[in-house]
């Protein structure tokens, strides 16, 4: 399990405990919710994926603002959609 040093997760520590997955297509107006919900849970060793089916909306521009904050997410936008 990874090490949690001050409620803050460092990636270099290990795996996470749990992995959340999160699919979207163009839904960035409710990604944002889905986020914060992830970021809101009181256990801190997780990682967030955000895997978007080739979104062409701004998905990329409101993950953006998570990855940058924190460490724990990710995100992935698929070059093709697979419905």
């Not at 460092?10 to 749990?18: S, T, V």
């Amino acid at each position: 399990m990874a090490e949690i040093a001050g409620g803050k997760y460092h990636p270099a520590m290990g795996a996470p405990a749990i992995s959340v997955v999160i699919a979207t297509y163009n839904r960035s107006r409710a990604l944002g919710y889905a986020i914060e919900s992830v970021l809101g849970q009181t256990f801190a060793d997780w990682e967030l994926i955000v895997v978007g089916d080739a979104c062409t909306d701004d998905t990329a521009e409101v993950v953006a603002r998570y990855v940058e904050a924190d460490p724990r997410v990710r995100f992935v936008n698929l070059e093709h959609n697979w419905g």
